[in-house]
């Protein structure tokens, strides 16, 4: 009858309002939200608890826990692993690995962007100024001096020029080297007040920095040259360059 097929259609409506919406936008914000760092530190019992029951994989508690995936070993899981394991079901298999995919890919970046060397110039040394006078003055008025942090990461080199503290009206810049444009490194070492002391000094050169970065001028012939090198005076600047070469080195092979 008429009456029966409109209520049959209602209900047809009914059913497809009230289905439950996907929650992978929600998953997926979660294993963005999880901090790598904590990852390899869970147990196996943290590897069911903060990871499989949010993405909704309880169902495979009972393989993790016989085969003691805990946080470092659930970084390291490919396919055949969960072969291993016993996830039978493929779609089973590539719905984890597209989530353990997105965790993999949070941890790089975040490691890329975890700062390997932190430092903070000038150091009140007389060996890391350039003269008597800047050492003697820093010494007197440590808050006209302006100072640079440098953060050295995954991705580049980095750093702000503050204002003194003196002055509340002064410009604040942040610049930044990616290392897929660094050219070369050189650690120089300068003796000061007639060799009585001697300062280090990093010296960065690259083809290319931001937009902020990219200096250049004018020489006699009218020929336009890159501007001076990027200089670090700092006493721990070796290890500074040990960690921008390794990185530097990863990004050419990776180029390569």
Known sequence: SKKRKEKEKRMATDIVTTQPKSRRKEIDDFVRDLDPLLVAEWAESDVIERFLKPIGMEFMAKAFLENKICGPVLMCLTEEHMKEMGCAVLGDRILFL????????????ADRSRALWNATTPVLSLAYHRNCSDFCFHVCC?????????????????WRKNRPAINCCGEVETQFVDY?????????????????????????????????????????????????????????????????????????????
């Open 142 to 158: 440590p808050c006209c001096v302006p100072t640079v942090e440098w953060r050295v990461t995954g991705q580049g080199i980095r």
């Open 180 to 256: 897929r444009f660094v050219k070369d490194l050189e650690i120089i070492r300068q003796p000061k007040c007639c060799c009585f002391c001697v300062g280090k000094e990093l010296r960065i050169y690259a083809d290319d920095k931001d937009a902020v970065a990219v200096r250049q001028s004018q020489s006699t012939s009218g020929v336009d040259i890159d501007a001076e090198p990027v200089t670090i005076m700092h006493p721990d600047v070796d290890k500074a360059e040990s960690l921008i070469r390794n990185a530097w080195n990863e990004v050419k092979l990776v180029a390569d």
């Open 98 to 109: 597209d989530y353990l995919a997105l965790l993999k890919k949070h941890k790089r970046d």
